[in-house]
Every structure is written in structure tokens, then in C-alpha cells.
């Protein structure tokens, strides 16, 4: 069983950055794909970020890209998620996500293991 645990959020301002962080236990997430997803109130989850078992291939939604990048660190077990230049529409709660599988994937249906969510709220 892996549990995932996300922290690093908080209420920011529009412009400046944040650095989200997925520290995972029970499995080593070296060789699997890990993702972020982000669902805000009242919509539907939603793909952000993803990255391949070595790190090698990244994806983005459009709506991130070239503000959001995703890294992973396998000696320490974690994912992490660096948001530069924020916006209020990057406001929900932000859940981390590892995939029993090797290469990339940006749908939810491609991960079987879930952190509980850390939220996310940027002040305009």
C-alpha cells in the first residue's frame, strides 16, 4: 500500500510562487509515473502536471505550462510541483497521484494511488 502526502499550500498572492511537495511511503515511487491534479469548487478534477518513471518526459496542461514545472526526487521519495507567477483561476485543492506503470499518463483513470489534497489559494 503507498500513502501520499502533499503539503506546501497556503494562501498567496497573484504573481508569486509556490512549491507543492508529495512525499510518499509504504512503496518507492522509482519506476512509476506520478501526476498532479488540481479540483477546484465546483468543477470536476482536473489534469496539471505528469512526469515518467526517471523523470525524462514531462506534460502540462495549457493552462500551467510554462509556469508549473514537475520534478521528482527518488532517493527522497518525493514529487514536487513548483508554481511560479500564480493566478486566482490556480486556486483548488491540489492532489498528488502515483501510477502502477512506467511511462506518462495526464488522465486520472491512469493512477491508483491518491494523497488526500493540499489546498491552494491565490489572492488577487
Known amino acids: 500500500q503507498v500513502q501520499l502526502v502533499e503539503s506546501g499550500g497556503g494562501l498567496v498572492q497573484t504573481g508569486t510562487s509556490l512549491r507543492l511537495s508529495c512525499a510518499a511511503s509504504?512503496?518507492?515511487?522509482?519506476?512509476?509515473?506520478m501526476g498532479w491534479f488540481r479540483q477546484a469548487p465546483g468543477k470536476e478534477r482536473e489534469f496539471v502536471a505528469a512526469?515518467?518513471?526517471?523523470?525524462?518526459?514531462?506534460s502540462y496542461a495549457d493552462s500551467v505550462k510554462g509556469r508549473f514545472t514537475i520534478s521528482r526526487d527518488d532517493a527522497k521519495n518525493t514529487v514536487y510541483l513548483q508554481m511560479k507567477t500564480v493566478r486566482p483561476e490556480d486556486t483548488a485543492v491540489y492532489y498528488c497521484?502515483?501510477?502502477?506503470?512506467?511511462?506518462?499518463?495526464?488522465?486520472?483513470?491512469?493512477?491508483?494511488?491518491w494523497g488526500q489534497g493540499t489546498q491552494v489559494t491565490v489572492s488577487s
Open positions: 512526469i515518467n518513471w526517471n523523470g525524462g518526459i514531462t
Open positions: 497521484a502515483l501510477g502502477r506503470a512506467s511511462t506518462l499518463a495526464t488522465i486520472p483513470q491512469a493512477y491508483s494511488y
Open positions: 509504504g512503496r518507492t515511487i522509482s519506476s512509476y509515473r
